[in-house]
């Protein structure tokens, strides 16, 4: 088992921080360490569900990311490293701890059902008022974004941006063929494991197409969200697509969208001039035809991921045959040559039927 510098009692080392906590922040502190004891930093709790972890099993290391209501830890859980998000509800909001309890709920019962080599793997959880608890494979790569951060600008080699983006489009294609809407698809939600393999995460916000309605009060990133749901109009899984198409430009650029606005001057512009993050020079053609197409401003004339996991692959193909392939595409060919090259290759090399 790896080493860990196991999480201690807030409220027993606060003293020993470099700078001073304010009020609120000690506050906040105490508040989550009440539900962590030193022994091992087991959580109190447990639960009777399916789902449900074997808190004595569950260990919490060091604390690597953060949200509004939210802590995420590396952990092990029955010998297995895992990561563990901790999800506390507010004692003072009983509206904010409802939807919070309900935002758990709907994204366990998602998780529990998914399994997909690109959807991140969903080991545990733990539903006990004020702090709930979910536990999923922890991927050492870390998030896409940070990877990306770690890039110089424009520096991906052409295969690797392919690579990434297939990827997550193969794990977009498995959810929304049971209806799932991800609603937040970013770098920062799309994890890396050791071999560089994409695990899409963080379905907090998801839902069932069929629940989803409109977008009012939605809260979501407005970087990477599509115009109809900034403007709080009935959404489909075309918000994912639109949102893809931003992922496929940070993964050329490994930049941040709209870095120069803030996210609510990003939203105006997206959605009253028809703004999108400027495509390099060097963009290849058989890229930038597809985010144009991915981030249009009609639904309608999205794809859906099962052409895009078509075209990708149709590109993954191409390449593989010609190592100049992106500086050669033809776009005026159309995408429906390029899919039926390796096709009519395929039968050209087999014998009839029966022969």
Same mark, same amino acid.
């Given at each position: 088992?790896?080493?860990?510098?196991?999480?201690?009692?807030?409220?027993?080392?606060?003293?020993?921080?470099?700078?001073?906590?304010?009020?609120?922040?000690?506050?906040?502190?105490?508040?989550?360490?009440?539900?962590?004891?030193?022994?091992?930093?087991?959580?109190?709790?447990?639960?009777? @569900?399916?789902?449900?972890?074997?808190?004595?099993?569950?260990?919490?290391?060091?604390?690597?990311?953060?949200? &509004?209501?939210?802590?995420?830890? &590396?952990? /092990?859980?029955?010998?297995?490293?895992? *990561?563990?998000?901790?999800?506390? !509800?507010?004692?003072?909001?009983?509206? =904010?701890?409802?939807?919070?309890?309900?935002?758990?709920?709907?994204?366990?019962?998602?998780?529990?059902?998914?399994?997909? #080599?690109?959807?991140?793997?969903? $080991?545990? *959880?733990?539903?006990?008022?004020? /702090?709930?608890?979910?536990?999923?494979?922890?991927?050492?790569?870390?998030?896409?974004?940070?990877?990306?951060? !770690?890039?110089?600008?424009?520096?991906?080699?052409?295969?690797?941006?392919?690579? =990434?983006?297939?990827? $997550?489009?193969?794990?977009? !294609?498995?959810?929304?063929?049971?209806?799932?809407?991800?609603?937040?698809?970013?770098?920062?939600? =799309?994890?890396?494991?050791? @071999?560089?393999?994409?695990?899409?995460? @963080?379905?907090?916000?998801?839902?069932?197409?069929? !629940?989803?309605?409109?977008?009012?009060?939605?809260?979501?990133?407005?970087?990477?969200?599509?115009?109809?749901?900034?403007?709080?109009?009935?959404?489909?899984?075309?918000?994912? /697509?639109?949102?893809?198409?931003?992922? /496929?430009?940070?993964?050329?650029?490994?930049?941040?969208?709209?870095?120069?606005?803030?996210?609510?001057?990003?939203?105006?512009?997206?959605?009253?001039?028809?703004?999108? #993050? %400027?495509? %390099? +020079?060097?963009?290849?053609?058989?890229?930038?035809?597809?985010?144009?197409?991915?981030? +249009?401003?009609? #639904?309608?004339?999205?794809?859906?991921?099962?052409?895009?996991?078509?075209?990708?692959?149709?590109?993954?193909?191409?390449?593989?045959?010609?190592?100049?392939?992106? +500086?050669?595409?033809?776009?005026?060919?159309?995408?429906?040559?390029?899919?039926?090259?390796?096709?009519?290759?395929?039968?050209?090399?087999?014998?009839?039927?029966?022969?």
């Amino acid at each position: 088992m790896k080493n860990f510098h196991w999480l201690k009692q807030i409220a027993n080392t606060h003293s020993k921080l470099e700078r001073r906590l304010s009020l609120g922040e000690y506050k906040r502190a105490i508040s989550w360490s009440k539900y962590l004891i030193s022994s091992g930093a087991e959580i109190k709790g447990g639960g009777e @569900d399916e789902w449900s972890a074997d808190m004595s099993q569950l260990f919490i290391g060091n604390k690597f990311a953060s949200g &509004r209501h939210s802590r995420i830890y &590396r952990g /092990v859980y029955k010998q297995r490293d895992v *990561a563990i998000k901790l999800i506390s !509800q507010p004692e003072e909001d009983g509206d =904010l701890a409802a939807f919070l309890e309900k935002q758990f709920t709907s994204e366990v019962a998602l998780l529990f059902r998914l399994k997909h #080599p690109n959807i991140i793997s969903f $080991i545990a *959880a733990c539903k006990k008022p004020p /702090v709930f608890c979910i536990i999923t494979e922890y991927y050492p790569g870390g998030s896409l974004r940070k990877y990306l951060h !770690q890039q110089g600008p424009h520096s991906l080699p052409l295969d690797l941006v392919l690579k =990434l983006a297939l990827d $997550i489009a193969h794990g977009m !294609q498995y959810l929304h063929a049971r209806g799932i809407l991800h609603r937040d698809l970013k770098s920062e939600n =799309l994890l890396l494991d050791e @071999d560089m393999c994409v695990k899409v995460a @963080d379905f907090g916000i998801s839902c069932l197409e069929t !629940q989803c309605g409109s977008a009012k009060g939605f809260t979501g990133t407005y970087r990477w969200m599509a115009p109809e749901m900034i403007k709080e109009k009935h959404h489909t899984k075309k918000v994912d /697509v639109y949102s893809f198409g931003i992922v /496929v430009w940070e993964l050329l650029t490994a930049l941040i969208p709209f870095d120069d606005m803030t996210p609510e001057q990003a939203a105006f512009a997206v959605c009253q001039k028809n703004a999108r #993050p %400027p495509l %390099p +020079s060097t963009c290849p053609a058989a890229f930038s035809r597809l985010i144009r197409r991915c981030w +249009s401003s009609n #639904p309608d004339k999205r794809p859906h991921f099962d052409e895009i996991v078509s075209i990708l692959e149709s590109y993954s193909e191409s390449l593989g045959r010609d190592p100049e392939f992106f +500086s050669s595409y033809d776009p005026s060919e159309g995408y429906a040559l390029a899919r039926c090259i390796p096709k009519c290759i395929a039968a050209r090399r087999s014998p009839p039927v029966g022969t």
